[in-house]
């Protein structure tokens, strides 16, 4: 029912900015809450970001700062502003969505973008 398909993502240095997108499917997009999530070599799916349907954010505390979630619903589309990169922000990062109110544990979404990949250098 909803695709996702995000861009943006590169290889950067550290200190560097880099801004993902992610543009979904769907004439309910405005109701669904929208999620940034990324996944490490060897290590498991972690919660970076999320937009509730009605304006409200949350981050994890490794981004809190650095990190902006925003949402354009007009254009079904919903970004990820990094800034202040580091090399522990190398990840592919998943865009995620589900209906409702914004959860941060990757099970509690429906739906998943292909993933993009980020490199940050030291």
């Known amino acids: 029912q909803v695709q996702l398909v995000e861009s943006g993502g590169g290889l950067v240095q550290a200190g560097d900015s880099l801004r993902l997108s992610c543009a979904a499917s769907?004439?309910?997009?405005?109701?669904?809450?929208m999620g940034w999530f990324r996944q490490a070599s060897g290590k498991e799916r972690e919660f970076v970001a999320i937009s509730g349907s009605f304006g409200s954010t949350s981050y994890a505390d490794s981004v809190k700062g650095r990190f902006t979630i925003s949402r354009d619903n007009a254009k079904n589309t919903v970004y990820l502003q990094m800034n202040s990169l580091k090399p522990e922000d190398t990840a592919v990062y998943y865009c995620a969505a589900r209906p409702g109110a914004p959860r941060t544990v990757a099970t509690a979404f429906d739906y998943w973008g292909q993933g993009t990949q980020v490199t940050v250098s030291s």
């Open positions: 769907g004439r309910t997009f405005s109701g669904h809450a």
